[in-house]
């Protein structure tokens, strides 16, 4: 049976995660597998990758071809190293031990240029971070300045109401005292006439009756005089 040690696709959309098995060559490529052998999630960075090497090496002895992106993997972590210095252990080329220290020398090394890759994007990243916060204040305090200038224009246009607003002020008592002596010279004119109506009115009155005894006074002496004559 033709083994193949290839990527079965995990995860989300957008956020792809892979296993790293060895299968059959004929099955599916997310269908059964024969072993799991590690993971990688292309979406850290640097990109995770988690291998069990000693595994990976034994079905690679025992005639498991990897695919293209399976062998980048399996060098990357030190496997395909691994499978080369156990070749030339066999052949008697160089001895286990020695085989073993080339693979802990070279892992040293991977990890250290692993570890300062880490800490070259932490510090881009810090520095990126430092730049857009300087932008912000920047721009933080541009609105702030632009802010203050409008105010001030603003204050400036209302000094010129507020200087205006005095004089019509000073003016009001005045208008309010030649109102108030037009209204007490009204009154003074009005009051007399006011007092004087009475007395017109008991006038008026009085004159009615005086006219009504003259006419009784006259009619009764001339019905007197009529009546003598008739007794005669």
């Given at each position: 049976m033709?083994?193949?040690?290839?990527?079965?696709?995990?995860?989300?959309?957008?956020?792809?995660?892979?296993?790293?098995?060895?299968?059959?060559?004929?099955?599916?490529?997310?269908?059964?597998y024969?072993?799991?052998?590690?993971?990688?999630?292309?979406?850290?960075?640097?990109?995770?990758?988690?291998?069990?090497i000693?595994?990976?090496?034994?079905?690679?002895?025992?005639?498991?071809q990897?695919?293209?992106?399976?062998?980048n993997?399996?060098?990357?972590?030190?496997?395909?190293?691994?499978?080369?210095?156990?070749?030339?252990?066999?052949?008697?080329?160089l001895?286990?031990?020695?085989?073993?220290?080339?693979?802990?020398?070279?892992l040293?090394e991977?990890?250290a240029?692993?570890?300062?890759?880490?800490?070259?994007?932490?510090?881009?990243?810090?520095?990126?971070?430092?730049?857009?916060?300087?932008?912000?204040?920047?721009?933080?305090?541009?609105?702030?300045?632009?802010?203050?200038a409008?105010?001030?224009?603003?204050?400036a246009?209302?000094?010129?109401?507020?200087?205006?607003?005095?004089?019509?002020?000073?003016?009001?008592?005045?208008?309010?005292?030649?109102?108030?002596?037009?209204?007490?010279?009204?009154?003074?004119?009005?009051?007399?006439a006011?007092?004087?109506?009475?007395?017109?009115?008991?006038?008026?009155?009085?004159?009615?009756?005086?006219?009504?005894?003259?006419?009784?006074?006259?009619?009764?002496?001339?019905?007197?005089?009529?009546?003598?004559?008739?007794a005669?």
């Open positions: 033709p083994v193949k040690l290839r990527l079965q696709r995990h995860g989300k959309k957008g956020k792809p995660f892979y296993w790293l098995v060895a299968a059959d060559s004929r099955a599916k490529r997310d269908g059964r024969l072993e799991k052998l590690g993971t990688y999630n292309p979406n850290t960075n640097p990109a995770t990758v988690i291998i069990d000693d595994r990976a090496v034994n079905w690679m002895e025992k005639g498991a990897p695919t293209d992106t399976a062998r993997l399996l060098s990357y972590k030190g496997a395909m190293l691994k499978y080369h210095l156990n070749g030339g252990v066999r052949k008697g080329a001895t286990q031990e020695a085989a073993d220290q080339k693979l802990a020398e070279w040293k991977k990890e240029k692993i570890q300062a890759k880490k800490e070259g994007l932490t510090k881009s990243e810090a520095e990126a971070a430092a730049k857009r916060l300087a932008a912000e204040k920047e721009a933080s305090e541009k609105r702030l300045a632009a802010a203050a409008e105010e001030a224009e603003a204050v246009e209302q000094e010129p109401a507020a200087e205006e607003a005095p004089a019509e002020t000073e003016a009001a008592p005045e208008e309010v005292k030649e109102e108030a002596a037009a209204t007490t010279e009204e009154a003074k004119e009005e009051t007399p006011e007092e004087e109506a009475p007395a017109a009115e008991v006038k008026a009155e009085e004159a009615p009756a005086a006219e009504a005894a003259a006419e009784d006074t006259p009619a009764e002496e001339g019905k007197t005089d009529a009546e003598e004559k008739e005669e």
